[in-house]
């Protein structure tokens, strides 16, 4: 079931888990206990790969919260994490890419963690203000010294991502990609499958969207970002609550769920290595875990591509 990444040594599960609810930045009813407990039951339910940040948290509370939930397990998983992002004392994210600010962050990072290293440091987001040739070298220098076993780089076009790979290996990218954004398959899946590259996405249930747990009349809460994304809104709302329905039909004649399917389809992509499934209760990454062992039948993948042009055209009218 594991799947190697890209050109390295790593082996890691087709779904990971991605540790950005757990930082409680924009999830609403996040708490510690229930944060440890979900890392614990992502390692039981098969998963071996935990993706987080310096930025998943004002003050590192994703990386803290791994520490404290999977030290004893480290050699067990593949631990990711990323640099160049950070928030500013009034809350709002900065991008900074410098050379030195990437090594102070890694730092952080590995103390947070309590680790000598990590397997897989990612370039988090490009900075405007730094050629991303020199955060590469940055990068570059820490996978030398053995800060990480790997280096990656996150929300990179791929004329970036030929930029960073002149002046330092790469293993992995981490787009966005899910069942409504496939934009990536287009030009990044391709650039990743001519280099030996990882493609580890994001985004697949759609911030929650495509799990099939949210009603048409769903309110959100205050302070849960996902009520400015136009997916969530208007008529795109009500049409992505009809598509919704659509693959529950299809879900359910498996007896599995909406999440299950499109965590299937996913991670069986041409070019997909692995899917960051984010969740704050346990319960919600054993679902999605489910998915590795589920191999979709032909008759199953051809309802959902039709599923998936019908959408599509109704986007296009």
């Given at each position: 079931m594991l799947r190697r990444l890209g050109n390295t040594d790593l082996d890691v599960s087709p779904v990971a888990m991605g540790c950005w609810p757990i930082a409680g930045m924009t999830s609403v009813n996040v708490n510690d206990e229930d944060s440890r407990r979900t890392l614990r039951a992502a390692l039981d339910a098969g998963i071996n790969f935990f993706d987080t940040a310096y930025g998943y948290g004002r003050n590192g509370e994703s990386e803290r919260l791994i520490a404290q939930a999977l030290s004893n397990d480290r050699d067990r998983i593949v631990l990711a994490t990323k640099g160049g992002m950070h928030w500013d004392e009034q809350g709002q994210r900065v991008l900074c890419a410098r050379p030195e600010t990437l090594r102070r962050?890694?730092?952080r990072s590995l103390q947070r963690l309590?680790?000598?290293h990590v397997d897989l440091l990612y370039l988090h987001a490009p900075d405007p203000d730094v050629p991303v040739a020199e955060s590469a070298g940055a990068l570059k220098a820490l996978l030398d010294e053995g800060k990480t076993r790997a280096v990656g780089a996150s929300n990179l076009d791929t004329e970036q991502l030929?930029?960073?790979a002149a002046e330092c290996p790469l293993a992995a990218v981490q787009?966005?990609?899910?069942m409504l954004q496939r934009e990536i398959e287009q030009d990044i899946l391709p650039w990743c499958r001519r280099h030996d590259v990882a493609a580890v996405v994001y985004w697949p249930?759609?911030?929650?969207l495509l799990a099939g747990k949210l009603r048409r009349d769903h309110r959100f809460a205050a302070g849960d970002?996902?009520?400015k994304y136009p997916m969530f809104q208007g008529e795109q709302w009500q049409?992505?609550?009809d598509f919704v329905d659509r693959l529950r039909e299809i879900a359910a004649a498996h007896q599995r769920t909406v999440a299950q399917l499109v965590v299937a389809w996913t991670i069986r992509r041409e070019g997909i290595t692995a899917a960051l499934c984010g969740a704050k209760r346990a319960h919600q990454i054993e679902e999605t875990a489910a998915a590795m062992q589920w191999q979709l039948d032909e008759?199953?993948?051809a309802k959902v591509d039709q599923a998936l042009r019908e959408r599509e055209a109704q986007e296009a009218s």
């Amino acid at each position: 079931m594991l799947r190697r990444l890209g050109n390295t040594d790593l082996d890691v599960s087709p779904v990971a888990m991605g540790c950005w609810p757990i930082a409680g930045m924009t999830s609403v009813n996040v708490n510690d206990e229930d944060s440890r407990r979900t890392l614990r039951a992502a390692l039981d339910a098969g998963i071996n790969f935990f993706d987080t940040a310096y930025g998943y948290g004002r003050n590192g509370e994703s990386e803290r919260l791994i520490a404290q939930a999977l030290s004893n397990d480290r050699d067990r998983i593949v631990l990711a994490t990323k640099g160049g992002m950070h928030w500013d004392e009034q809350g709002q994210r900065v991008l900074c890419a410098r050379p030195e600010t990437l090594r102070r962050e890694c730092e952080r990072s590995l103390q947070r963690l309590n680790t000598t290293h990590v397997d897989l440091l990612y370039l988090h987001a490009p900075d405007p203000d730094v050629p991303v040739a020199e955060s590469a070298g940055a990068l570059k220098a820490l996978l030398d010294e053995g800060k990480t076993r790997a280096v990656g780089a996150s929300n990179l076009d791929t004329e970036q991502l030929d930029r960073f790979a002149a002046e330092c290996p790469l293993a992995a990218v981490q787009p966005p990609y899910n069942m409504l954004q496939r934009e990536i398959e287009q030009d990044i899946l391709p650039w990743c499958r001519r280099h030996d590259v990882a493609a580890v996405v994001y985004w697949p249930l759609m911030k929650g969207l495509l799990a099939g747990k949210l009603r048409r009349d769903h309110r959100f809460a205050a302070g849960d970002s996902r009520a400015k994304y136009p997916m969530f809104q208007g008529e795109q709302w009500q049409r992505n609550q009809d598509f919704v329905d659509r693959l529950r039909e299809i879900a359910a004649a498996h007896q599995r769920t909406v999440a299950q399917l499109v965590v299937a389809w996913t991670i069986r992509r041409e070019g997909i290595t692995a899917a960051l499934c984010g969740a704050k209760r346990a319960h919600q990454i054993e679902e999605t875990a489910a998915a590795m062992q589920w191999q979709l039948d032909e008759e199953t993948r051809a309802k959902v591509d039709q599923a998936l042009r019908e959408r599509e055209a109704q986007e296009a009218s």
